[in-house]
């Protein structure tokens, strides 16, 4: 039993700041790697940003320089900080985490809920 719980979207300005959380509970051994999506109305969901081995990332070409992916193992958690943010990045944003499970072999792709941000003045 494993579950991903995203926090802190909200409607912020153009140019504006927001961080997301997204916070692992469960029978956790090791999350990795950690990633965020986001889906748009209309949209395919598409990978923002992903931390693999707690270390080494990656961004989509659209938010790199003003987006970044952390994490705390510590916590289980994952943050998506988002700075200048511009109305193209309205969406949907899922927390995803690739978990094994306490104790076992067993490995999992998680989803969160979702949190949505909307960017408008």
């Known amino acids: 039993q494993v579950q991903l719980v995203e926090s802190g979207g909200g409607l912020v300005q153009p140019g504006g700041s927001l961080r997301l959380s997204c916070a692992a509970s469960?029978?956790?051994?090791?999350?990795?790697?950690m990633a965020w999506y986001r889906q748009a109305p209309g949209k395919e969901r598409e990978l923002v940003a992903i931390?693999?081995?707690?270390?080494?990332?990656n961004y989509a070409d659209s938010v790199k320089g003003r987006f970044t992916i952390s994490n705390d193992y510590a916590k289980n958690t994952v943050y998506l900080q988002m700075n200048s943010l511009k109305p193209e990045d309205t969406a949907v944003y899922y927390c995803n985490a690739g978990v094994e499970v306490l104790g076992t072999a067993r490995r999992l792709v998680v989803w969160g809920q979702g949190t949505l941000v909307t960017v408008s003045s």
């Open positions: 931390i693999i081995n707690g270390d080494s990332t």
């Open positions: 469960g029978r956790i051994f090791s999350l990795n790697p």
